[in-house]
């Protein structure tokens, strides 16, 4: 018999440690950094020099642990925050699946099922058609927006952005594919799926709690980060409710993240030329 409180309990639980590792992730990113292209800069600097002429350097941004600091500060590498983010994902994941089968939750209700139009190569092709929708809508607004300066993802893509072929291995192959499967498997699989069949809620309404939950587990985007991550939560949580396959969600929500880091990150692409 499955035991749905208890299950609700430890989805919530989870829900609850990633929102706190989020906002501690935010803090960490409070103070200031120097970028890839700062560095560049800075290193032309003659012997001695301790002072950056604003009118020829780009301005500072916030620190992050992957770039070299102004204050001779402890570094962290990429691919050590990669791995960082892959562990903490990992042990979330393997919390809810845990508490899933300790209270008997099938699996159909986290929208894994033998349905044609979710799951095999076909529900791999849905994902991949609708994550190159969702990748292009996504793409092109977060560079509307850098037209302003305000691209609300971009310092925690240079965080994670790779500067080795083993990096871009790493992030494409390991840590994306983690974070879309957790992710999609706490938002839409046990917030959305779960919840909806075992206390008989209606899943639009849960649609709309779990991405506003989904919002502020990207706190580190910034306020701008926040609404448009919402958004494509919502987006992701309806394919969900119209296909519940838990598959299609998972492949759209990776084709995001990895159309995102490749173009912006790794080819560098800004569709209206920046600022």
Do not use: C
């Amino acid at each position: 018999m499955t035991r749905w409180a208890a299950f609700a309990g430890i989805a919530l639980t989870v829900l609850v440690l990633l929102l706190l590792l989020a906002r501690a992730s935010q803090s960490v990113m409070g103070g200031r950094y120097v970028t890839r292209e700062e560095q560049r800069w800075l290193d032309r600097l003659p012997d001695g020099a301790d002072h950056l002429d604003t009118g020829a350097a780009p301005e500072p941004r916030r620190k992050t642990p992957a770039e070299t600091t102004l204050d001779g500060g402890p570094e962290l590498s990429t691919t050590a925050l990669l791995a960082n983010v892959a562990v903490s994902h990992g042990l979330f994941a393997a919390l809810l699946v845990g508490g899933a089968l300790l209270t008997d939750v099938p699996v159909s209700a986290f929208g894994i099922t033998a349905d044609p139009l979710g799951s095999g190569l076909f529900g791999v092709g849905v994902g991949i058609a609708v994550g190159v929708g969702l990748a292009l809508a996504n793409t092109l607004a977060a560079g509307l927006v850098d037209v302003f300066d305000t691209d609300p993802s971009e310092e925690l893509r240079e965080m994670l952005a790779p500067e080795t072929a083993r990096g871009w291995v790493l992030l494409l192959g390991g840590v994306l594919p983690l974070i879309a499967g957790f992710e999609e498997l706490l938002f839409r699989g046990a917030l959305i799926g779960a919840l909806a069949v075992g206390f008989g809620v209606s899943p639009w309404l849960l649609a709309v709690l779990s991405s506003v939950a989904f919002a502020a587990g990207h706190g580190a985007q910034g306020g701008l980060g926040v609404v448009v991550t919402g958004l494509l939560g919502f987006a992701l949580a309806a394919v969900f409710v119209l296909t519940n396959s838990l598959l299609v969600v998972v492949v759209a929500h990776y084709v995001v993240n990895a159309v995102e880091f490749v173009v912006v990150e790794g080819l560098g692409w800004e569709p209206f030329g920046g600022t």
